[in-house]
C-alpha cells in the first residue's frame, strides 16, 4: 500500500525554523516527483513546493521562496521541507503528496499523506 | 500566475440529486485540470485528472468534462458521502493553483 507520513509539525515563534519530514513507502520513492501542499484553518488548498525524483529539480511558491527549502533523501525514501524565517501566515496543515508521474512532472498529486500542524504564534 | 475560479462556493443538495461545479482559468490550460474531493480535518483525494478521466477506485458518478477554460465536475445521483469541499487545480505550469473550493451540504 502506498503511503505518506508527515511528522516534524509543532509551534513556533515568529523568525523561528522548523523541519517537516515526510516517510514514504509502498512505491520506488526515487522514480516520483513530490510535493508540499498546505492549508491554512479554514482556507482553501495552497501549493508550496515540488521536487522532482532525482531531486536535481525544484519549484517554489513566491509566498515561501528564499525561505524555505526542499530536499528528498532518496536512500531513507523521505521528502522534507525545511522551513526558516517563519511568519504567522505560514501557519497551517501541511501536506505532503506524490506525483504520478514516473521520472516526469504531472503536477497533480495522486497520493497525499495526513498532513502535519504547524503554528506560527509568539 | 493562472487563477482559478470555482463556483458556486457553496451549494445544498439532497441524496440522489444531480450537482455540477464549475471551474474556471484565468488562461487557456488544454485538459490539465484536475479535481480533489476533501472531507473535515482529512487529506484532499483526487478523484479526476486530466480534465476527464477518473481515478482509480473513484465511483463512476463523479465525471470530469471540459477544456481549454472552463471545466465542469459532476456527481450524478449524490450520496451521503460525497457532501464535502471539492477543489479543482490546475497543472498545466507553475505556480500550481488551486481554485477556492466549492462546499456541498445536505439539504
Known amino acids: 500500500e502506498v503511503q505518506l507520513l508527515e511528522s516534524g509539525g509543532g509551534l513556533v515563534q515568529p523568525g523561528g525554523s522548523l523541519r517537516l519530514s515526510c516517510a514514504a513507502s509502498?512505491?520506488?520513492?526515487?522514480?516520483?516527483?513530490m510535493s508540499w501542499v498546505r492549508q491554512a484553518p479554514g482556507k482553501g488548498l495552497e501549493w508550496v513546493s515540488t521536487?522532482?525524483?532525482?531531486?536535481?529539480?525544484?519549484y517554489y511558491a513566491d509566498s515561501v521562496k528564499g525561505r524555505f527549502t526542499i530536499s528528498r533523501d532518496n536512500s531513507k525514501n523521505t521528502l522534507y521541507v525545511q522551513m526558516n524565517s517563519l511568519r504567522a501566515e505560514d501557519t497551517a496543515v501541511y501536506y505532503c503528496?506524490?506525483?504520478?508521474?514516473?521520472?516526469?512532472?504531472?503536477?497533480?498529486?495522486?497520493?497525499w499523506g495526513k498532513g502535519t500542524t504547524v503554528t506560527v504564534s509568539s | 500566475d493562472i487563477q482559478m475560479t470555482q463556483s458556486p462556493s457553496s451549494l445544498s443538495a439532497f441524496v440522489g440529486d444531480r450537482v455540477t461545479i464549475t471551474c474556471r482559468a484565468s488562461q487557456s490550460i488544454s485538459n490539465y485540470l484536475n479535481w480533489y474531493q476533501q472531507k473535515p480535518g482529512k487529506a484532499p483525494k483526487l478523484l479526476i485528472y486530466?480534465?476527464?478521466s477518473l481515478q482509480s477506485g473513484v465511483p463512476s458518478r463523479f465525471s470530469g468534462s471540459g477544456s481549454g477554460t472552463d471545466f465542469t465536475l459532476t456527481i450524478s445521483s449524490l450520496q451521503p458521502e460525497d457532501f464535502a469541499t471539492y477543489y479543482c487545480?490546475?497543472?498545466?505550469?507553475?505556480?500550481?493553483?488551486f481554485g477556492q473550493g466549492t462546499r456541498l451540504e445536505i439539504k
Open positions: 503528496a506524490k506525483d504520478p508521474g514516473t521520472f516526469a512532472f504531472y503536477y497533480y498529486m495522486d497520493v
Open positions: 487545480q490546475q497543472s498545466y505550469s507553475t505556480p500550481i493553483t
Open positions: 521536487i522532482s525524483g532525482s531531486g536535481g529539480s525544484t
Open positions: 509502498g512505491f520506488t520513492f526515487s522514480s516520483y516527483a
Open positions: 486530466a480534465a476527464s
